[in-house]
C-alpha cells in the first residue's frame, strides 16, 4: 500500500503562483495514475490534473494551461509536484493527492481513486 502526503498549501494573491509536492511511501510501477484533485468550498470534489506512469498528463478543463504536473523520483521515493500558476480566487480550495493502480473509468474521475492524502489548503485572496 502507498502512503501520501501532501504539502506546499498556502495563502496567495490572483495572479501569483504556487507549487504543491506530494510524497508517495511505498510506490512502485503498479500505481499507474498519480492525480491531484481539488475541492472548494460547498463545491464537489474535481479532477485537477493526473499523470500517468507512462509519460502521459491529463488535465481537468478549468486549468487551460496554467498548472503543471510532474513526478521525480530521488532516493527511491516518488514525489508528485503540482505547479500552478496564474491563480484565481476560484482556484481556493483543499487539494489531494490521489492515487490508483488501474481505471474503470475517466482517469479524471475521483471515484477512480481508492488511496488519497488528507489535502493542503490553497487559498487565492484579491
Known amino acids: 500500500q502507498v502512503r501520501l502526503v501532501e504539502t506546499g498549501g498556502a495563502e496567495v494573491q490572483a495572479g501569483g503562483s504556487l507549487k504543491l509536492a506530494c510524497v508517495v511511501s511505498g510506490y512502485n510501477f503498479n500505481w499507474r495514475y498519480l492525480a491531484w484533485f481539488r475541492q472548494g468550498p460547498g463545491k464537489e470534489r474535481e479532477g485537477v490534473a493526473v499523470?500517468?506512469?507512462?509519460?502521459?498528463?491529463?488535465?481537468g478543463s478549468f486549468v487551460k494551461g496554467r498548472f503543471i504536473i510532474s513526478q521525480e523520483i530521488a532516493n527511491a521515493e516518488m514525489t508528485v509536484n503540482l505547479q500552478m500558476n496564474n491563480l484565481a480566487t476560484e482556484d481556493t480550495a483543499i487539494y489531494y493527492c490521489a492515487a490508483t493502480r488501474r481505471l474503470e473509468g475517466w482517469v479524471i474521475d475521483p471515484s477512480q481513486y481508492a488511496t488519497w492524502g488528507q489535502g493542503t489548503q490553497v487559498t487565492v485572496s484579491s
Open positions: 499523470s500517468w506512469n507512462n509519460g502521459a498528463k491529463t488535465y
